[in-house]
């Protein structure tokens, strides 16, 4: 099994920004950021690939970066421009497929505790 630990959740104005970080207890090819509310089932916001290779959600695309680092097994969001729509539980994911490809919005194996972000008008 492989443990996410999810750091960086608090409350932002809008217009703000925040970051998110992720560390895993071993490494996986693929790492992603999903996202839940209550009235919204989980989607996925983001996802990046033991390559380098990043897929991002519409809805964040231009506002949102992720990135990573192999070595200190991490993955961090970095969230720019936040909207009130943001407000979510963000969870960390990985798995270990498919290796070598791309990252795509599947459903991840491994899934951490969540965190709260909360943007205010």
């Known amino acids: 099994q492989v443990q996410l630990q999810e750091s960086g959740g608090g409350s932002a104005q809008s217009g703000g920004s925040l970051s998110l970080s992720c560390t895993a207890s071993?490494?996986?090819?693929?790492m992603g950021w999903f996202r839940q509310t209550p009235e919204k089932e989980r989607e996925a916001v983001a996802t990046?690939?033991?390559?380098?290779?990043?897929t991002y959600a519409d809805s964040v695309k231009g506002r949102f970066a992720i990135s990573r680092d192999n070595v200190k097994e991490t993955v961090t969001l970095h969230m720019n421009g936040l909207k009130s729509e943001d407000t979510a539980t963000y969870y960390c994911?990985?798995?270990?497929?498919?290796?070598?490809?791309?990252?795509?919005?599947?459903?991840?194996?491994?899934w951490g505790q969540g965190t709260q972000v909360t943007v205010s008008s």
């Open positions: 994911a990985a798995d270990p497929l498919p290796r070598g490809g791309l990252c795509g919005f599947f459903d991840y194996k491994y």
């Open positions: 071993a490494y996986t090819w693929c």
């Open positions: 990046i690939s033991g390559g380098g290779g990043i």
